[in-house]
């Protein structure tokens, strides 16, 4: 059945511009046409649905006292937020995403909840994905190296007592699986959630975590089979000393081996350096950019201008810690904007430029089909703005675009439409009841954490002891 949206304004694609007065029909998920002679009705603006491009379908740290630390710690300090029931959390995270206008977001999996074998949790994941109705790419987290520090822990745990070293082995020290064993595991994944709406990928955590073998078998299999990847790199200051330290020729290895490609998308890359954003941009990898994350873990400024410049192609992501913890992707797009899209008169590229590359890279990234624009043929994926609420005084005609990078937020979501089916209307989730899993997830949390008070008892002492771990062996200029 045809659907049809009459837009005030509808920015089609940075080429293609912001038509007004026009009519987009869709059928069967596939935009079949715009046509001009909307009749009168509410003021919108019809614009693509973003894609979140880097997350990890997680509770909200901060809740579990994981504020204001830098990675190394935080990390530890989340095994609080530990998924206390796996598909209500991935619910809500996504639901979160979808009623922020997302149409997509990755899930790269970092932390299972160990209450239910990995492929039921895997699979409940997927549902919770088809109740929201979003588009996801999921890659399951790999790593087989360096699971508190990087590199040997033997000092920072030696003067625990007995009983606290155990809480945090048990906590964080696995078996690494084998490069094989996780390759198996990702084809039994693909093989249960993969479809339409579903990209599985490879997600080895970093660098700093996983073995060459690992990483070999990644790109090999990756090669093989067309999977993407998903990983971070040089997120931190101390991933920074790692590399120069322990694998100087880091990202040159990457290339040589073929882990370098079209189908990877490296986050944050915040301390890369020129030479190696070369290679990256060379490989036709992409970089996905999570400015807030990287503000609230004290992890740097990334270089996506110069990135940019030199030829990478750069989306954006809520790495689940947008500036107010609100899962709000419009203003992570401004705020990366406002921050490297150049100074004075040298503009690094244009509002419409910067929504236009973060939307089809970001498809890219997560093997969403198309790529964003709302053209005949592409799949019906757009979020409806409140024109009269983003342009509030009407008092001339200004650019809708130039206003929604000047004030927009989510809040001025009013529909959300994936694959022609409408997910979020007036800030409700059509297919999840958002207040009620979160208010769910609230009470079980409240009745979990006690579970955990002797790793809240040893945080202070821990906290320190891997500050001092990282400043000793990792020093930073």
Known sequence: MVTEIAATSLFRGHDLGVSDNVVLRHDDGIITEISEGAEAGPRSFVIPAFVNAHDHARATASSFGAVGMPLENWILRTALGTPVDPYLTAASALARSARAGCAAMMVHYTRPSGMMP????????????????????????VRDQNPIVYGDAEPMLSGLAGDDRKTIEDLFVRAPMSPKAYIELTDVIWEAIAGPMVDVQLGPAGVQWC??????????????????????????VYQRAWADQNFPDMVRWLRDVGFLSERLTLAHCIHARPDELEMIAASGARIVTNFSSNMHLRSGLAPIAAAHRCGCSVTVGVDGLALDEDDDILREMRLVHMVHGGVGFKATWTPAEMFALAIRNGRRATGAPGNGELVAGNPADYVVIDLDRLDRDRIMTVDPMA??????????????VVAGKTIVRNGACAGVDLPAIDQELREMYRANVGKLEGFQRIWPPLSERLSEWFERQLACE
Not at 212 to 236: C, D, F, Q, W, Y
Not at 403 to 416: P, Y
Request: glycine fraction near 4%; charge should be positive.
């Open 211 to 236: 073995s060459k073998p690992l990483l070999e078998a990644v790109a090999e299999n990756s090669a093989r089979t067309g999977r993407r990847i998903h990983m971070h790199l040089l997120e931190t």
């Open 118 to 141: 990995l492929l039921d949790e895997v699979k409940a994941i997927a549902r919770a994905a088809s109740d929201v109705g979003i588009r996801i790419a999921f890659a399951l987290a």
């Open 403 to 416: 206003l929604l990078f000047a004030r927009g937020n989510a809040s001025l979501v009013k529909e959300v």
